[in-house]
């Protein structure tokens, strides 16, 4: 195993795929990839997209700041479990397309997510990341409860 890639939403659920992503990371001296998709919150594509452009850059600006605290909390979780070698990213898009694009290009040998993100409500209106990734994913998923 070379790559770990682990997603954060900065929930308590991500912090348990973080943990466990570190720790698989160190024991096997892989690369640990700790990633956060600014995805579109509930909205269709192009409206999430009206409102992150042009005359809506404050929007875009206070997203990039908030995913920057979350990889930021996400890294020093990692390091306190004994992950040595890590990358952080974020990306705007559809979160699942987005790690599985993600895990293409590294390449990635596994993805890591917590089983419930930000919020029960949207998981239940937009359907489940981890059900989708380990529906969809090249690559084996892990979910962590």
């Not at 973080?18 to 990371?25: F, N, Q």
């Not at 998709?37 to 908030?66: C, K, N, Q």
């Amino acid at each position: 195993m070379k790559c770990v890639l682990v997603a954060t939403d900065g929930s308590e659920g991500a912090d348990r795929a973080v943990d466990h992503a570190a720790k698989l990371a160190k024991d096997n001296a892989a690369e640990l990839m700790i990633v956060n998709v600014i995805g579109g919150y509930g909205l269709p594509d192009p409206v999430f997209r009206a409102f992150t452009e042009g005359g809506h850059v404050w929007l875009d600006e206070l997203l990039r700041s908030l995913s920057t605290e979350m990889l930021t909390h996400a890294r020093d979780r990692a390091r306190l479990a004994g992950a040595t070698t890590i990358q952080l990213d974020s990306r705007h898009g559809e979160v699942t397309r987005t790690l599985i694009d993600i895990a293409r290009q590294k390449p990635a040998d596994i993805i890591i997510v917590g089983k419930r993100g930000a919020g029960r409500i949207a998981g239940l209106l937009l359907g489940s990341v981890s059900q989708k990734l380990a529906s969809l994913s090249p690559v084996p998923v892990t979910i962590v409860p």
